[in-house]
């Protein structure tokens, strides 16, 4: 199981979760949820207390990776397995991306 920290602006906006079979559960932090003044992270991702469940990496955070010669360059680069989409979000999304969203892992 892998976990990851996503954030909005800076905050703590929720947690991604893959599971060992390759599921994927996305879920808002309770003070993010409960703040009327931050909005949801994605439309298709609305601000709610239930949990997200996905057979696949979520669409949105998918758009976040790169394609082509550069995801090839960073598997390379980064030693990370072309079909990973995880391993690339946790490794390529920490800071330094296009629009509000970072991801941080969570390492236990």
């Known amino acids: 199981m892998r976990k ?3 954030y909005r602006n800076g905050e703590l906006a929720g947690f991604l979760i893959e599971d060992d079979n390759r599921h994927y559960t996305f879920s808002y932090d ?3 949820f409960l703040s ?3 909005s949801s992270i994605s439309l298709k991702l609305p601000k709610s207390q239930k949990e997200y469940r996905s057979e ?3 669409p949105f ?9 550069n995801r090839k360059l960073q598997s390379r680069t980064l030693h990370i397995d072309e079909k990973d989409h995880f ?3 946790l490794a ?3 800071d330094d991306t296009i629009g ?4 941080k892992p969570i390492t236990e």
């Open 87 to 89: 391993a690339f979000l």
């Open 4 to 6: 990851a920290e996503v």
């Open 100 to 103: 509000a969203i970072t991801i």
């Open 61 to 69: 955070f998918f758009n976040m990776l790169s394609e082509g010669v």
């Open 92 to 94: 390529t999304a920490i």
């Open 36 to 38: 009327n003044k931050k």
């Open 30 to 32: 309770d003070d993010y």
């Open 56 to 58: 696949i990496l979520f």
